[in-house]
């Protein structure tokens, strides 16, 4: 990906994501049942299965919001330590979040049942346009974009168009949570408003469609300095 004067590249996998997934596969498993993990990089994607159902209290629908507790306390403590895992014991979100920076499919928890977890990543191209506003918003901030604030742009970048009630049903966190995330999204200008009330919506603003053009203005300036070059 082209920023700047810079050439960025991207990966097929997020290294973090891979990470994270591999190592709460160790961390949460269950010990009691004499299974071995399994990892498959295949045509369709990435595959992590670990022996044992969700913790207690954990499910698809709060994987992202429920409170950090593991099966294997001991465990994590040691990954925390070695720097292996996320000292916030919030691995997930940079699982998500390696999906989200770069406009793929989100990582999907569906396929597991009560006797194993599996994290499943899709293999994508990326949306280099939307990569590129929130690599640029990033740099702006000097830090990473919160992950309700990639949640929601990435469900803007999916359905086009989205009203608060139907951000916060996607993404399962409260409309009050929901719309404070998306007015302070509104304020940064990477999203626009439109209609009042209940009927309101949102819509990814102007930077999505002006970084689609970036790559047809560097295509032109290119073909601009190889004519000036034979003339």
Sequence with gaps: ??????????????????????VNAFCHRDYSILQMMRLAIEDEGLSISSPGGFIDGVNFSNLLTVEPHGRNQTLADALKRIGLAERTGRGIDRIFEGS?????????YSESTETYVKLFIQRAKPDLPFARMISKEENRIGRRLPI???LILSVLQTQRRATIHELAETIHISEARTKANVEKLVETGLVEASGNGKSRSYILSKKYTE????????SGRSESISSDTKN
């Design 148 to 150: 309700n604030s990639l």
């Design 100 to 108: 989200i920076i770069y406009g793929r499919p989100l990582p999907d």
């Design 1 to 22: 990906m082209e920023y700047g004067l810079f050439r960025i590249p991207i990966p097929e996998f997020s290294e973090s994501a891979f990470r994270e997934g591999l």
């Design 211 to 218: 970084s689609k053009m970036i790559p047809s203005l560097m």
